[in-house]
């Protein structure tokens, strides 16, 4: 959230907002603070940890294993202007992540451009492609470029909209761009996935969790996976010491029926009393046919 505030995100009360009001009420919904709360916390893990949930997230899978990954540079809404000409104006992509990965490393450049609530846009895609190009132009070792595309996914999953979408771009700019997509949901699984390397990075998935359950996203498990939880909730030998009585109850016993008639009659008696409707002699059935 602080990114937010710093690049003076988030300046407005949502609508329907008034005084007395919980910041939590103020938070929720809120595109920029959920990109700056989620993303600020993911630049914190190292380059590998990074790499694997940005590739376990994404689809299609926009980054090829590596094991030697260093974080180079992070940045929050920067504004591109080397374009301006031929665009008419600055970009603001919402993240930019540089990293380096690989042995000879290779330098891969991620613009983030995240959505809530909305619907990721081809033609904003085309001009932060052309921004980021016109910002590495002249630079030695220009490296990948990927752009990720998170919320806003349609109905169709993300592949599909990503194939849909660019195929828009190459019709209607001659771009070949290369993009990957998921949803929030997508992020909040990955992060279920892929393996903490320690306590820090723990409290750092922990915190992700936080920011996505704030804004209504929250992981449910598949009737298929309720498996995995079986074995915490066994009811075992020693779960059940504390239920057992000190010196077991008496036994009840009744009567033997010795027979079904009787058996009847003996019901009938004992459940009289609740019974709000008496036993009425005079009132038989007829068939209707007599």
């Given amino acids: 959230m602080l990114s937010a505030i710093l690049h003076g995100k988030g300046r407005r009360l949502p609508e329907g907002t008034g005084p007395g009001d919980s910041l939590r009420k103020v938070f929720v919904r809120s595109e920029d603070l959920l990109t700056s709360s989620v993303f600020e916390r993911l630049s914190y893990l190292d380059g590998p940890t990074l790499w694997a949930v940005l590739a376990a997230t994404f689809r299609p899978t926009p980054l090829p294993e590596r094991k030697v990954v260093e974080v180079l540079d992070v940045e929050f809404w920067p504004t591109w202007g080397q374009a301006r000409e031929s665009l008419g104006k600055a970009v603001e992509p919402d993240v930019v992540i540089r990293l380096s990965a690989g042995d000879p490393p290779t330098t891969w450049t991620l613009i983030v451009e995240c959505k809530l609530g909305g619907s990721q846009d081809p033609g904003q895609w085309a001009n932060e492609w052309v921004a980021c190009l016109a910002e590495r132009e002249g630079a030695e070792q220009?490296?990948?470029?990927?752009?990720?595309?998170?919320?806003?996914?349609?109905?169709?999953?993300?592949?599909r909209m990503v194939e849909r979408l660019v195929g828009v771009i190459r019709t209607t700019e001659g771009l070949t761009v290369h993009v990957a997509a998921a949803d929030w949901t997508d992020l909040l699984r990955s992060i279920g996935q892929v393996e903490a390397p320690g306590p820090a990075a723990r409290r750092i998935f922990d915190d992700v969790r936080s920011a996505l359950d704030l804004h209504g996203y929250r992981r449910t498990l598949p009737m298929s996976d309720l498996s995995i939880l079986r074995a915490h909730y066994v009811v075992g030998e020693g779960s059940v010491g504390t239920l057992r009585w000190g010196v077991p109850p008496p036994a009840r016993h009744e009567e033997p029926v010795r027979?079904?008639?009787?058996?009847?009659?003996?019901?009938?008696?004992?459940?009289?009393?609740?019974?709000?409707?008496?036993?009425?002699?005079?009132?038989?059935?007829?068939?209707?046919?007599?």
């Avoid at 005079?282 to 209707?288: K, L, T, V």
């Fill in 259 to 290: 027979g079904e008639a009787d058996g009847f009659a003996r019901w009938t008696e004992r459940t009289a009393a609740l019974r709000p409707i008496r036993l009425r002699p005079e009132i038989r059935w007829e068939d209707d046919d007599a």
């Fill in 142 to 159: 220009p490296g990948e470029t990927v752009l990720l595309a998170l919320g806003g996914v349609h109905h169709d999953g993300p592949e």
